[in-house]
């Protein structure tokens, strides 16, 4: 059974950055599209950014293009999201998901297994 686990998040300034990770266990990891999504109270969940399985190829909401990069390393099962130049308007609980597929997505419900979130909340 995939278990993800998302860290690093926290309480930042505006202007900051965090690197958010998330560690994938009880599978094999190089076979997983991942994601990062965000949720505010009230919200739907939001696309963040993706990377393919072998990390060729990531893409990324429009919000935080330029700012955010997404990465992996498959020997450490962990995702990566590094967030640069935070703004008030990045807080929210940030979730990875990941999908065995062909192809990295950018809709929440194609992702099958998600993580438990880690809160960012960015002051002004």
């Known amino acids: 059974q995939v278990h993800l686990t998302e860290s690093g998040g926290g309480l930042v300034q505006a202007g900051a950055s965090l690197r958010l990770s998330c560690v994938a266990s009880g599978c094999t990891f190089s076979l997983y599209n991942m994601g990062w999504f965000l949720r505010t109270p009230g919200n739907e969940r939001e696309f963040v950014a993706a990377?393919?399985?072998?990390?060729?190829?990531?893409y990324y909401g429009d919000s935080v293009k330029g700012r955010f990069t997404v990465s992996r390393d498959n020997p450490k099962n962990t995702l990566y999201l590094q967030m640069n130049s935070l703004k008030p308007e990045d807080t929210a609980v940030y979730y990875c998901?990941?999908?065995?597929?062909?192809?990295?997505?950018?809709?929440?419900?194609?992702?099958?297994?998600w993580g438990q979130g880690t809160q960012v909340t960015v002051s002004s």
């Open positions: 998901a990941a999908r065995v597929t062909e192809n990295a997505a950018v809709t929440p419900d194609l992702y099958g297994e």
């Open positions: 990377i393919t399985r072998s990390g060729d190829n990531s």
